[in-house]
Protein backbone atom coordinates (compact mmCIF):
# COMPACT_ATOMS: atom_id res chain seq x y z
CA UNK A 1 0.00 0.00 0.00
CA UNK A 2 1.41 3.37 -1.12
CA UNK A 3 1.60 5.82 2.03
CA UNK A 4 0.07 9.22 0.99
CA UNK A 5 2.20 11.90 2.29
CA UNK A 6 0.38 14.07 4.63
CA UNK A 7 1.03 17.77 4.57
CA UNK A 8 1.16 19.09 8.28
CA UNK A 9 0.85 22.84 9.28
CA UNK A 10 4.38 22.92 10.21
CA UNK A 11 5.00 22.28 6.48
CA UNK A 12 2.39 24.06 5.58
CA UNK A 13 3.90 27.36 7.03
CA UNK A 14 7.35 26.15 5.80
CA UNK A 15 6.24 26.30 2.30
CA UNK A 16 4.35 29.56 2.38
CA UNK A 17 7.89 31.40 4.20
CA UNK A 18 9.92 30.21 1.30
CA UNK A 19 7.24 31.36 -1.34
CA UNK A 20 7.45 34.49 0.53
CA UNK A 21 11.22 34.69 0.10
CA UNK A 22 10.86 33.96 -3.87
CA UNK A 23 8.42 36.54 -4.23
CA UNK A 24 10.24 39.02 -2.50
CA UNK A 25 13.68 38.24 -4.25
CA UNK A 26 11.81 37.81 -7.68
CA UNK A 27 8.83 40.87 -7.74
CA UNK A 28 11.40 43.49 -8.34
CA UNK A 29 13.33 41.36 -11.35
CA UNK A 30 9.80 40.82 -12.70
CA UNK A 31 9.04 44.66 -12.75
CA UNK A 32 12.22 45.39 -14.02
CA UNK A 33 11.78 43.61 -17.08
CA UNK A 34 8.12 44.19 -17.40
CA UNK A 35 8.86 47.95 -17.52
CA UNK A 36 11.51 47.15 -19.93
CA UNK A 37 9.73 46.95 -22.77
CA UNK A 38 6.90 49.76 -21.98
CA UNK A 39 6.93 53.35 -23.08
CA UNK A 40 6.53 56.26 -20.69
CA UNK A 41 2.78 56.42 -21.34
CA UNK A 42 2.15 52.40 -20.98
CA UNK A 43 4.18 52.86 -17.47
CA UNK A 44 1.79 55.44 -16.10
CA UNK A 45 -0.90 53.28 -16.87
CA UNK A 46 -0.17 50.09 -15.52
CA UNK A 47 3.04 50.21 -13.76
CA UNK A 48 3.41 46.85 -12.50
CA UNK A 49 1.97 44.52 -15.66
CA UNK A 50 2.93 43.71 -18.94
CA UNK A 51 1.55 45.85 -21.56
CA UNK A 52 0.75 45.38 -25.21
CA UNK A 53 2.39 46.58 -27.37
CA UNK A 54 6.09 45.35 -26.40
CA UNK A 55 8.74 47.59 -26.70
CA UNK A 56 11.31 45.91 -27.70
CA UNK A 57 13.35 48.96 -29.09
CA UNK A 58 14.08 50.10 -25.57
CA UNK A 59 16.41 47.04 -25.37
CA UNK A 60 18.44 48.06 -28.66
CA UNK A 61 18.73 51.45 -26.40
CA UNK A 62 19.46 50.41 -23.37
CA UNK A 63 22.53 48.32 -25.14
CA UNK A 64 24.03 51.22 -26.98
CA UNK A 65 23.81 52.71 -23.38
CA UNK A 66 25.28 50.03 -21.77
CA UNK A 67 27.66 48.61 -23.88
CA UNK A 68 30.81 50.33 -22.84
CA UNK A 69 30.21 50.07 -19.20
CA UNK A 70 29.33 46.22 -19.40
CA UNK A 71 32.65 45.64 -21.39
CA UNK A 72 34.13 48.12 -19.01
CA UNK A 73 33.76 45.67 -16.54
CA UNK A 74 34.34 42.42 -17.69
CA UNK A 75 37.77 43.79 -18.24
CA UNK A 76 38.15 45.13 -14.88
CA UNK A 77 36.28 42.42 -13.24
CA UNK A 78 38.61 39.24 -15.20
CA UNK A 79 41.37 41.01 -14.61
CA UNK A 80 41.08 41.83 -10.78
CA UNK A 81 40.25 37.79 -10.62
CA UNK A 82 42.95 36.46 -12.34
CA UNK A 83 45.53 38.74 -10.98
CA UNK A 84 44.15 37.93 -7.35
CA UNK A 85 44.70 34.61 -8.04
CA UNK A 86 48.40 35.17 -8.56
CA UNK A 87 48.80 36.84 -5.55
CA UNK A 88 46.79 34.78 -3.03
CA UNK A 89 47.12 31.38 -3.70
CA UNK A 90 50.68 31.74 -3.25
CA UNK A 91 50.22 33.41 0.03
CA UNK A 92 48.00 31.17 1.41
CA UNK A 93 50.40 28.29 0.12
CA UNK A 94 52.99 30.13 2.55
CA UNK A 95 51.03 31.09 5.25
CA UNK A 96 49.29 27.48 5.45
CA UNK A 97 52.50 25.54 4.79
CA UNK A 98 55.35 27.29 6.55
CA UNK A 99 56.33 28.31 9.61
CA UNK A 100 58.95 31.22 9.40
CA UNK A 101 59.87 33.19 12.22
CA UNK A 102 57.11 35.87 12.90
CA UNK A 103 54.59 34.05 10.25
CA UNK A 104 51.84 33.45 12.99
CA UNK A 105 52.53 37.47 14.15
CA UNK A 106 52.34 38.41 10.44
CA UNK A 107 49.21 36.04 9.77
CA UNK A 108 47.36 37.73 12.85
CA UNK A 109 48.26 41.43 11.76
CA UNK A 110 47.07 39.90 7.99
CA UNK A 111 43.59 39.31 9.68
CA UNK A 112 43.54 42.70 11.43
CA UNK A 113 43.18 44.26 8.07
CA UNK A 114 39.31 42.10 7.50
CA UNK A 115 38.13 44.67 10.55
CA UNK A 116 38.85 47.79 8.92
CA UNK A 117 36.27 49.12 7.20
CA UNK A 118 36.28 49.91 3.30
CA UNK A 119 34.97 53.32 3.84
CA UNK A 120 37.39 54.39 6.08
CA UNK A 121 39.93 53.75 3.36
CA UNK A 122 38.59 55.88 0.76
CA UNK A 123 40.62 59.17 0.61
CA UNK A 124 43.54 57.26 1.40
CA UNK A 125 42.81 55.14 -1.53
CA UNK A 126 42.35 57.88 -3.56
CA UNK A 127 45.58 59.18 -2.57
CA UNK A 128 47.54 56.59 -3.39
CA UNK A 129 45.99 55.66 -6.60
CA UNK A 130 46.33 59.63 -7.31
CA UNK A 131 50.07 59.02 -6.46
CA UNK A 132 50.65 56.12 -9.14
CA UNK A 133 49.15 58.40 -11.82
CA UNK A 134 46.27 55.84 -12.29
CA UNK A 135 43.34 58.24 -12.18
CA UNK A 136 40.62 58.02 -14.65
CA UNK A 137 41.81 54.53 -16.08
CA UNK A 138 40.39 51.16 -15.58
CA UNK A 139 43.48 49.66 -13.99
CA UNK A 140 43.10 51.66 -10.91
CA UNK A 141 40.04 49.57 -10.71
CA UNK A 142 41.99 46.38 -11.41
CA UNK A 143 44.68 47.16 -8.35
CA UNK A 144 41.93 47.82 -6.17
CA UNK A 145 39.82 45.32 -7.26
CA UNK A 146 42.93 43.12 -6.52
CA UNK A 147 43.97 44.44 -3.37
CA UNK A 148 40.47 44.49 -2.12
CA UNK A 149 40.14 40.96 -2.53
CA UNK A 150 43.17 39.62 -0.99
CA UNK A 151 42.45 38.94 2.73
CA UNK A 152 39.32 37.59 2.43
CA UNK A 153 40.58 35.44 -0.31
CA UNK A 154 43.66 34.26 1.42
CA UNK A 155 41.94 33.66 4.94
CA UNK A 156 39.51 30.85 3.23
CA UNK A 157 41.98 29.60 0.90
CA UNK A 158 44.64 29.22 3.64
CA UNK A 159 42.00 27.10 5.99
CA UNK A 160 41.59 25.30 2.97
CA UNK A 161 45.54 24.11 2.25
CA UNK A 162 46.13 23.17 5.35
CA UNK A 163 42.67 20.45 5.36
CA UNK A 164 45.10 18.83 2.85
CA UNK A 165 47.07 16.00 3.76
CA UNK A 166 50.21 17.16 4.74
CA UNK A 167 51.98 13.82 3.19
CA UNK A 168 50.38 14.77 -0.31
CA UNK A 169 53.02 17.56 0.14
CA UNK A 170 55.62 15.71 1.37
CA UNK A 171 54.88 12.76 -1.50
CA UNK A 172 55.15 15.72 -4.12
CA UNK A 173 58.45 17.10 -2.69
CA UNK A 174 60.00 13.73 -2.45
CA UNK A 175 58.90 13.32 -6.12
CA UNK A 176 60.60 16.81 -7.36
CA UNK A 177 58.37 19.63 -7.03
CA UNK A 178 58.95 22.94 -5.76
CA UNK A 179 56.71 25.36 -4.11
CA UNK A 180 55.37 26.95 -7.76
CA UNK A 181 54.74 22.89 -8.72
CA UNK A 182 53.22 21.65 -5.78
CA UNK A 183 50.65 24.83 -6.16
CA UNK A 184 49.62 24.36 -9.90
CA UNK A 185 49.87 20.23 -9.39
CA UNK A 186 48.61 19.68 -5.86
CA UNK A 187 46.53 22.89 -4.39
CA UNK A 188 45.01 24.34 -7.94
CA UNK A 189 43.38 20.54 -8.55
CA UNK A 190 42.07 20.21 -5.71
CA UNK A 191 40.76 23.40 -4.45
CA UNK A 192 39.01 24.05 -7.90
CA UNK A 193 35.58 24.41 -6.38
CA UNK A 194 36.58 26.72 -3.47
CA UNK A 195 38.57 28.89 -6.23
CA UNK A 196 35.60 28.96 -8.56
CA UNK A 197 33.52 30.26 -5.58
CA UNK A 198 36.27 33.41 -4.63
CA UNK A 199 36.13 33.72 -8.41
CA UNK A 200 32.37 34.64 -8.20
CA UNK A 201 32.31 36.02 -5.81
CA UNK A 202 34.80 38.03 -6.43
CA UNK A 203 33.87 39.34 -9.73
CA UNK A 204 29.96 40.55 -7.75
CA UNK A 205 31.85 42.32 -5.95
CA UNK A 206 33.94 44.44 -8.77
CA UNK A 207 30.67 43.79 -11.06
CA UNK A 208 28.41 45.70 -8.40
CA UNK A 209 31.60 48.16 -7.45
CA UNK A 210 29.60 51.76 -7.05
CA UNK A 211 31.35 53.89 -4.79
CA UNK A 212 35.23 53.30 -6.41
CA UNK A 213 34.42 54.07 -9.86
CA UNK A 214 32.58 57.22 -8.97
CA UNK A 215 35.69 58.49 -6.81
CA UNK A 216 38.47 57.76 -9.20
CA UNK A 217 36.60 57.72 -12.94
CA UNK A 218 35.53 60.80 -14.75
CA UNK A 219 35.45 59.70 -18.19
CA UNK A 220 32.04 58.46 -18.70
CA UNK A 221 33.40 56.01 -21.28
CA UNK A 222 35.33 54.72 -18.93
CA UNK A 223 32.51 53.73 -16.18
CA UNK A 224 31.68 50.77 -15.00
CA UNK A 225 28.38 49.07 -14.50
CA UNK A 226 27.25 50.23 -10.94
CA UNK A 227 28.25 53.89 -11.76
CA UNK A 228 27.42 54.01 -15.51
CA UNK A 229 23.67 52.76 -14.50
CA UNK A 230 23.47 55.82 -12.46
CA UNK A 231 23.69 57.74 -15.55
CA UNK A 232 20.77 56.53 -17.40
CA UNK A 233 18.96 58.07 -14.78
CA UNK A 234 17.80 61.34 -16.19
CA UNK A 235 18.09 64.62 -14.20
CA UNK A 236 14.70 66.19 -16.48
CA UNK A 237 12.97 63.17 -18.35
CA UNK A 238 13.32 59.26 -16.66
CA UNK A 239 12.57 57.13 -19.78
CA UNK A 240 11.66 54.49 -17.79
CA UNK A 241 11.74 51.42 -19.94
CA UNK A 242 15.33 52.02 -21.87
CA UNK A 243 16.55 52.70 -18.30
CA UNK A 244 14.89 49.35 -16.94
CA UNK A 245 16.22 47.27 -20.20
CA UNK A 246 19.79 48.62 -19.39
CA UNK A 247 19.23 47.29 -16.04
CA UNK A 248 18.08 44.28 -17.27
CA UNK A 249 21.09 43.93 -20.01
CA UNK A 250 23.71 44.55 -17.12
CA UNK A 251 21.93 42.09 -15.14
CA UNK A 252 22.21 39.89 -17.45
CA UNK A 253 25.83 38.05 -17.41
CA UNK A 254 25.89 37.46 -13.51
CA UNK A 255 23.06 35.31 -14.13
CA UNK A 256 24.65 33.47 -16.57
CA UNK A 257 27.83 32.86 -14.96
CA UNK A 258 25.90 32.12 -11.49
CA UNK A 259 23.44 29.54 -13.41
CA UNK A 260 26.69 27.89 -14.95
CA UNK A 261 28.75 27.36 -12.00
CA UNK A 262 25.96 26.91 -9.70
CA UNK A 263 27.08 23.70 -8.47
CA UNK A 264 30.50 24.46 -8.24
CA UNK A 265 29.57 27.35 -6.23
CA UNK A 266 27.04 25.80 -3.74
CA UNK A 267 30.22 22.72 -3.53
CA UNK A 268 32.82 25.48 -2.03
CA UNK A 269 30.90 27.29 0.00
CA UNK A 270 30.13 23.84 1.61
CA UNK A 271 33.59 22.62 1.39
CA UNK A 272 35.75 21.78 4.70
CA UNK A 273 31.99 21.62 6.52
CA UNK A 274 32.71 17.88 6.71
CA UNK A 275 35.52 15.80 6.52
CA UNK A 276 35.97 14.56 2.63
CA UNK B 1 76.23 2.06 -3.67
CA UNK B 2 73.38 3.58 -1.53
CA UNK B 3 74.98 2.60 2.63
CA UNK B 4 73.30 4.98 4.48
CA UNK B 5 75.05 5.94 8.09
CA UNK B 6 73.99 8.78 10.75
CA UNK B 7 76.37 9.84 12.72
CA UNK B 8 75.04 11.29 16.40
CA UNK B 9 72.16 12.42 14.70
CA UNK B 10 70.37 14.77 17.11
CA UNK B 11 66.49 16.51 16.35
CA UNK B 12 64.78 19.03 18.28
CA UNK B 13 61.72 20.77 17.79
CA UNK B 14 61.31 24.44 18.38
CA UNK B 15 64.63 24.44 20.14
CA UNK B 16 62.88 22.82 23.14
CA UNK B 17 61.43 19.41 22.54
CA UNK B 18 63.87 16.55 21.63
CA UNK B 19 62.94 14.19 19.31
CA UNK B 20 65.60 12.17 17.95
CA UNK B 21 69.45 12.04 20.01
CA UNK B 22 72.39 9.77 19.67
CA UNK B 23 71.05 8.82 16.90
CA UNK B 24 74.31 6.52 14.83
CA UNK B 25 73.95 3.75 13.11
CA UNK B 26 75.27 2.41 9.44
CA UNK B 27 73.03 0.75 6.83
CA UNK B 28 74.73 -1.15 4.45
CA UNK B 29 73.80 -1.36 0.73
CA UNK B 30 70.84 -3.74 -0.34
CA UNK B 31 70.26 -3.82 3.45
CA UNK B 32 66.43 -4.14 4.47
CA UNK B 33 66.33 -2.29 8.21
CA UNK B 34 63.26 -1.91 10.43
CA UNK B 35 63.01 0.45 12.99
CA UNK B 36 60.19 -0.17 15.49
CA UNK B 37 59.50 1.10 18.90
CA UNK B 38 55.93 2.62 20.13
CA UNK B 39 54.65 5.70 19.01
CA UNK B 40 56.52 9.17 19.63
CA UNK B 41 59.76 7.05 20.18
CA UNK B 42 61.17 9.23 17.07
CA UNK B 43 61.29 6.46 14.30
CA UNK B 44 59.23 8.44 11.98
CA UNK B 45 61.29 11.46 12.35
CA UNK B 46 64.44 9.64 11.94
CA UNK B 47 62.77 8.35 8.41
CA UNK B 48 61.44 12.28 7.88
CA UNK B 49 65.33 13.40 8.32
CA UNK B 50 66.57 11.20 6.12
CA UNK B 51 63.75 11.54 3.29
CA UNK B 52 64.90 15.47 3.95
CA UNK B 53 61.52 16.54 4.90
CA UNK B 54 62.95 17.45 8.53
CA UNK B 55 65.85 19.28 8.79
CA UNK B 56 68.64 17.98 11.40
CA UNK B 57 69.71 19.74 14.02
CA UNK B 58 73.03 18.37 14.98
CA UNK B 59 75.05 15.39 13.39
CA UNK B 60 75.48 14.03 9.90
CA UNK B 61 73.64 11.84 7.16
CA UNK B 62 75.21 10.31 4.35
CA UNK B 63 73.33 8.54 1.53
CA UNK B 64 76.11 6.49 -1.03
CA UNK B 65 78.93 8.18 0.74
CA UNK B 66 77.71 11.73 0.45
CA UNK B 67 76.37 13.98 3.29
CA UNK B 68 73.10 15.02 2.92
CA UNK B 69 72.15 17.18 5.57
CA UNK B 70 71.50 20.41 3.39
CA UNK B 71 70.05 18.24 0.00
CA UNK B 72 66.56 18.99 -0.83
CA UNK B 73 64.60 15.53 -0.57
CA UNK B 74 64.15 15.77 -4.38
CA UNK B 75 68.06 15.20 -4.90
CA UNK B 76 68.44 12.74 -2.24
CA UNK B 77 67.08 10.00 -4.58
CA UNK B 78 64.82 8.23 -2.14
CA UNK B 79 61.63 7.12 -2.49
CA UNK B 80 59.06 7.41 0.37
CA UNK B 81 55.86 4.92 1.02
CA UNK B 82 53.59 6.59 3.08
CA UNK B 83 50.96 5.26 5.76
CA UNK B 84 48.16 6.93 4.15
CA UNK B 85 49.22 5.49 0.52
CA UNK B 86 49.73 10.09 -0.19
CA UNK B 87 48.57 9.68 -3.62
CA UNK B 88 47.10 12.48 -5.65
CA UNK B 89 43.45 12.59 -5.41
CA UNK B 90 42.87 14.24 -8.89
CA UNK B 91 45.11 11.64 -10.82
CA UNK B 92 44.73 8.42 -12.48
CA UNK B 93 46.57 5.89 -11.41
CA UNK B 94 49.37 6.21 -14.21
CA UNK B 95 49.37 10.12 -13.53
CA UNK B 96 50.65 9.16 -10.05
CA UNK B 97 53.08 6.76 -11.08
CA UNK B 98 54.48 8.70 -13.59
CA UNK B 99 54.30 12.34 -11.48
CA UNK B 100 58.09 12.06 -10.26
CA UNK B 101 59.30 11.00 -13.73
CA UNK B 102 57.63 14.25 -15.30
CA UNK B 103 59.00 16.20 -13.04
CA UNK B 104 62.30 14.74 -13.82
CA UNK B 105 61.26 15.40 -17.49
CA UNK B 106 62.02 11.96 -18.07
CA UNK B 107 61.32 11.22 -22.18
CA UNK B 108 57.98 9.83 -22.52
CA UNK B 109 58.38 7.11 -24.18
CA UNK B 110 60.84 5.70 -21.25
CA UNK B 111 57.87 7.15 -18.70
CA UNK B 112 55.39 4.89 -20.12
CA UNK B 113 57.61 1.81 -20.70
CA UNK B 114 58.79 2.37 -16.45
CA UNK B 115 55.17 2.72 -15.62
CA UNK B 116 53.70 -0.14 -17.30
CA UNK B 117 56.25 -2.77 -16.30
CA UNK B 118 55.80 -1.77 -12.89
CA UNK B 119 51.79 -1.68 -12.83
CA UNK B 120 52.89 -4.76 -14.76
CA UNK B 121 54.79 -6.41 -11.52
CA UNK B 122 52.45 -4.97 -9.16
CA UNK B 123 49.17 -6.30 -10.59
CA UNK B 124 48.12 -2.75 -11.68
CA UNK B 125 47.92 -2.31 -15.38
CA UNK B 126 43.62 -2.81 -14.99
CA UNK B 127 43.72 -0.12 -13.17
CA UNK B 128 45.90 2.60 -14.36
CA UNK B 129 43.50 5.05 -16.13
CA UNK B 130 41.22 4.79 -12.24
CA UNK B 131 41.40 7.70 -9.78
CA UNK B 132 42.52 6.50 -6.71
CA UNK B 133 39.21 6.87 -4.83
CA UNK B 134 38.51 4.13 -6.92
CA UNK B 135 40.74 1.41 -5.74
CA UNK B 136 40.79 -0.72 -2.94
CA UNK B 137 43.11 0.08 0.68
CA UNK B 138 45.63 -2.43 -0.67
CA UNK B 139 45.58 -1.27 -4.61
CA UNK B 140 46.18 2.23 -3.27
CA UNK B 141 48.97 0.68 -0.80
CA UNK B 142 50.95 -1.05 -4.54
CA UNK B 143 50.24 2.40 -6.09
CA UNK B 144 52.13 3.93 -3.53
CA UNK B 145 54.35 1.20 -4.08
CA UNK B 146 54.31 1.42 -7.42
CA UNK B 147 55.30 4.99 -7.54
CA UNK B 148 58.33 4.81 -5.70
CA UNK B 149 59.73 1.78 -8.02
CA UNK B 150 59.05 3.65 -10.74
CA UNK B 151 62.10 5.96 -9.85
CA UNK B 152 64.11 3.58 -9.13
CA UNK B 153 65.68 5.33 -6.14
CA UNK B 154 69.14 4.50 -4.13
CA UNK B 155 67.01 3.82 -0.99
CA UNK B 156 63.40 3.33 -0.41
CA UNK B 157 61.50 4.74 2.86
CA UNK B 158 58.56 3.27 4.49
CA UNK B 159 56.28 4.96 7.08
CA UNK B 160 54.54 2.35 8.12
CA UNK B 161 52.78 1.46 5.24
CA UNK B 162 50.81 -1.12 6.52
CA UNK B 163 48.98 0.35 9.08
CA UNK B 164 45.57 1.51 7.25
CA UNK B 165 44.74 -2.14 6.06
CA UNK B 166 43.33 -4.72 7.42
CA UNK B 167 44.82 -7.87 8.51
CA UNK B 168 44.57 -10.30 5.55
CA UNK B 169 45.68 -7.95 2.83
CA UNK B 170 48.84 -6.54 5.86
CA UNK B 171 49.83 -10.39 5.73
CA UNK B 172 50.11 -9.87 1.71
CA UNK B 173 51.22 -6.94 1.50
CA UNK B 174 54.38 -8.04 3.78
CA UNK B 175 55.31 -10.43 1.48
CA UNK B 176 55.07 -8.08 -1.31
CA UNK B 177 57.36 -5.85 -0.02
CA UNK B 178 59.67 -8.74 1.05
CA UNK B 179 60.02 -10.26 -2.96
CA UNK B 180 60.18 -6.65 -3.95
CA UNK B 181 62.98 -6.00 -1.93
CA UNK B 182 65.10 -9.23 -3.13
CA UNK B 183 63.90 -8.40 -6.44
CA UNK B 184 65.46 -4.75 -6.59
CA UNK B 185 68.24 -5.10 -4.24
CA UNK B 186 67.85 -1.63 -3.20
CA UNK B 187 68.09 -0.58 0.26
CA UNK B 188 65.23 -0.29 2.40
CA UNK B 189 64.43 1.46 5.57
CA UNK B 190 60.76 0.35 7.11
CA UNK B 191 59.10 2.18 10.12
CA UNK B 192 56.51 0.78 12.14
CA UNK B 193 55.37 -0.17 15.51
CA UNK B 194 53.85 -3.65 14.63
CA UNK B 195 56.60 -6.03 16.27
CA UNK B 196 55.77 -8.94 13.72
CA UNK B 197 56.39 -6.90 10.88
CA UNK B 198 59.96 -6.37 12.40
CA UNK B 199 60.37 -9.39 13.12
CA UNK B 200 59.41 -10.51 10.06
CA UNK B 201 60.40 -8.47 7.19
CA UNK B 202 64.07 -6.68 7.79
CA UNK B 203 67.33 -8.54 8.00
CA UNK B 204 68.24 -5.72 10.85
CA UNK B 205 65.69 -4.28 13.57
CA UNK B 206 66.72 -0.90 15.14
CA UNK B 207 64.50 -0.53 18.56
CA UNK B 208 63.71 3.01 19.62
CA UNK B 209 62.84 4.52 22.52
CA UNK B 210 62.49 7.99 23.64
CA UNK B 211 64.33 9.11 20.49
CA UNK B 212 67.34 6.99 21.36
CA UNK B 213 68.18 3.36 19.61
CA UNK B 214 67.72 1.04 22.43
CA UNK B 215 69.06 -1.99 20.30
CA UNK B 216 70.55 -3.05 16.69
CA UNK B 217 70.29 -6.37 15.79
CA UNK B 218 69.11 -8.98 13.49
CA UNK B 219 65.52 -10.07 14.48
CA UNK B 220 66.45 -13.33 16.22
CA UNK B 221 69.63 -11.84 18.05
CA UNK B 222 67.16 -9.18 19.31
CA UNK B 223 64.57 -12.12 20.46
CA UNK B 224 67.20 -14.09 21.71
CA UNK B 225 69.29 -11.54 23.55
CA UNK B 226 67.27 -8.39 24.63
CA UNK B 227 69.99 -5.86 25.62
CA UNK B 228 67.28 -4.26 28.18
CA UNK B 229 63.95 -4.51 29.90
CA UNK B 230 62.47 -2.53 27.15
CA UNK B 231 63.76 -4.28 24.03
CA UNK B 232 62.38 -7.84 25.64
CA UNK B 233 59.32 -6.50 26.22
CA UNK B 234 58.80 -5.44 23.39
CA UNK B 235 59.63 -7.61 21.10
CA UNK B 236 57.70 -10.69 20.69
CA UNK B 237 53.98 -11.76 21.25
CA UNK B 238 52.62 -11.82 23.90
CA UNK B 239 55.37 -9.50 25.42
CA UNK B 240 58.10 -11.04 27.62
CA UNK B 241 56.92 -11.70 31.47
CA UNK B 242 58.59 -9.80 33.87
CA UNK B 243 58.69 -10.79 37.65
CA UNK B 244 60.97 -8.83 40.65
CA UNK B 245 63.03 -10.44 42.39
CA UNK B 246 65.74 -9.59 45.65
CA UNK B 247 69.61 -10.97 45.55
CA UNK B 248 70.45 -12.86 48.80
CA UNK B 249 72.65 -14.77 48.31
CA UNK B 250 73.05 -17.97 46.44
CA UNK B 251 69.14 -17.57 45.52
CA UNK B 252 66.74 -15.14 44.65
CA UNK B 253 63.85 -14.03 46.26
CA UNK B 254 60.13 -12.78 46.24
CA UNK B 255 58.22 -13.53 49.54
CA UNK B 256 57.45 -16.77 49.61
CA UNK B 257 59.09 -18.15 46.16
CA UNK B 258 62.72 -18.81 46.53
CA UNK B 259 65.06 -19.58 43.11
CA UNK B 260 68.46 -20.99 43.26
CA UNK B 261 70.52 -18.74 41.51
CA UNK B 262 72.57 -21.16 38.78
CA UNK B 263 76.20 -22.09 39.49
CA UNK B 264 77.57 -19.40 36.18
CA UNK B 265 75.63 -17.03 37.41
CA UNK B 266 76.49 -16.68 41.02
CA UNK B 267 80.10 -14.46 41.06
CA UNK B 268 77.77 -11.89 38.71
CA UNK B 269 75.23 -11.44 40.85
CA UNK B 270 77.01 -11.39 44.16
CA UNK B 271 78.04 -7.75 43.44
CA UNK B 272 73.97 -7.13 43.47
CA UNK B 273 73.43 -8.72 47.25
CA UNK B 274 70.23 -7.42 48.52
CA UNK B 275 69.36 -5.64 45.57
CA UNK B 276 66.56 -6.06 42.70
CA UNK B 277 66.47 -8.09 39.47
CA UNK B 278 64.12 -8.34 37.30
CA UNK B 279 63.47 -12.01 35.87
CA UNK B 280 62.10 -12.27 32.17
CA UNK B 281 60.59 -15.33 30.64
CA UNK B 282 58.54 -15.57 27.44
CA UNK B 283 55.65 -17.12 27.69
CA UNK B 284 56.85 -19.95 24.76
CA UNK B 285 59.43 -20.63 26.96
CA UNK B 286 56.69 -21.52 30.36
CA UNK B 287 55.88 -25.07 30.19
CA UNK B 288 53.38 -27.02 32.43
CA UNK B 289 55.25 -30.24 32.95
CA UNK B 290 58.68 -30.07 34.73
CA UNK B 291 61.83 -30.39 33.01
CA UNK B 292 65.54 -30.76 34.32
CA UNK B 293 67.00 -28.01 35.72
CA UNK B 294 63.86 -25.38 35.54
CA UNK B 295 62.08 -22.55 38.24
CA UNK B 296 58.77 -23.49 39.56
CA UNK B 297 56.39 -20.93 39.40
CA UNK B 298 53.27 -22.24 41.35
CA UNK B 299 50.08 -19.58 40.61
CA UNK B 300 46.35 -19.54 39.84
CA UNK B 301 44.87 -19.24 36.54
CA UNK B 302 43.07 -15.95 35.96
CA UNK B 303 42.15 -16.35 32.12
CA UNK B 304 42.24 -18.91 29.25
CA UNK B 305 42.64 -17.67 25.83
CA UNK B 306 42.20 -20.46 23.06
CA UNK B 307 43.97 -19.53 19.82
CA UNK B 308 43.52 -22.93 18.26
CA UNK B 309 46.96 -24.23 18.13
CA UNK B 310 47.74 -23.01 21.30
CA UNK B 311 46.12 -21.44 24.37
CA UNK B 312 47.40 -18.50 26.74
CA UNK B 313 46.90 -18.73 30.34
CA UNK B 314 47.05 -15.85 32.60
CA UNK B 315 48.75 -16.74 35.68
CA UNK B 316 49.40 -14.88 39.09
CA UNK B 317 52.37 -15.74 40.81
CA UNK B 318 54.57 -13.71 42.61
CA UNK B 319 52.72 -10.75 43.30
CA UNK B 320 52.73 -10.39 39.13
CA UNK B 321 50.53 -11.84 35.81
CA UNK B 322 52.26 -13.66 33.19
CA UNK B 323 51.12 -15.42 30.12
CA UNK B 324 51.81 -18.65 29.68
CA UNK B 325 51.91 -20.11 26.00
CA UNK B 326 50.49 -23.60 26.27
CA UNK B 327 51.44 -25.40 22.62
CA UNK B 328 48.01 -27.97 21.28
CA UNK B 329 46.03 -27.19 24.73
CA UNK B 330 45.94 -26.81 28.42
CA UNK B 331 43.17 -28.93 30.60
CA UNK B 332 43.12 -25.92 33.16
CA UNK B 333 40.51 -23.88 33.96
CA UNK B 334 40.01 -20.20 35.19
CA UNK B 335 40.60 -20.81 39.43
CA UNK B 336 42.62 -23.91 39.20
CA UNK B 337 45.85 -23.83 40.73
CA UNK B 338 48.37 -25.15 38.72
CA UNK B 339 52.65 -24.83 38.52
CA UNK B 340 54.39 -23.31 35.65
CA UNK B 341 58.64 -24.25 34.33
CA UNK B 342 60.87 -22.36 32.97
CA UNK B 343 64.52 -24.02 32.05
CA UNK B 344 66.75 -22.33 33.11
CA UNK B 345 68.05 -21.54 30.07
CA UNK B 346 65.13 -19.82 28.92
CA UNK B 347 65.83 -16.81 31.87
CA UNK B 348 66.53 -13.35 31.14
CA UNK B 349 67.79 -11.19 34.21
CA UNK B 350 67.97 -7.29 33.96
CA UNK B 351 68.99 -4.76 36.45
CA UNK B 352 66.02 -4.19 38.66
CA UNK B 353 67.18 -0.16 38.66
CA UNK B 354 68.56 0.65 35.03
CA UNK B 355 66.57 -2.42 33.10
CA UNK B 356 69.50 -3.71 31.15
CA UNK B 357 69.99 -7.18 30.49
CA UNK B 358 72.32 -8.33 33.48
CA UNK B 359 73.06 -11.92 31.44
CA UNK B 360 70.81 -14.64 29.44
CA UNK B 361 70.78 -17.09 32.19
Not at chain 2, 33 to 42: D, E, H, R
Request: proline residues 5%; contains cysteine; charged residues 20%.
Amino acid sequence: MIERKRFSVREVFKHICILAVLFFSFFPLYVMFAISFKTNAQFAVNPLGFGLPLHFENWLVGWNIVRDYIFNTIFVAITSVVLTFCFTIPAAYFFARYKAPFSKFLWYFFLVLMLMPGVANLIPLFMIIKSMNLLNSLMALVVLGIAGGQVVQIYILRNFIEEIPKDLFDAAEIDGAGPIKQILTIVLPMSGSIVSTLAILQFIGVWNDFIMPMILIRDDKLLTLAAGLVKLDGEYVKLWGQMMAGYAISSIPLVLIFLFTMRLFVKGLSSGAVKG
Amino acid sequence: MADVTFKSVKKIYDGAVTAVSKFSLSISDKEFVVFVGPSGCGKSTVLRMVAGLEDITEGDLHIGGSRMNDLSPKDRDIAMVFQNYALYPHMSVYDNMAFGLVLRKYPKKEIEARVRETAETLGLTPYLERKPKALSGGQRQRVALGRAIVRRPKVFLFDEPLSNLDAKMRVQMRKEICLLHKRLSATMIYVTHDQVEAMTMGDRIVVMENGQIQQIGSPMEIYRSPANKFVAGFIGSPPMNFIDYVVSGTSMKNGEVTIPIPEHLRSQLSKLDGKSVCLGIRPEDLQMSATPDSIELPGSVDLCEPLGSEVLLYVATCGASIIAKILNGSPSKVGDTITLYAPYSALHLFDGATGAALTRA
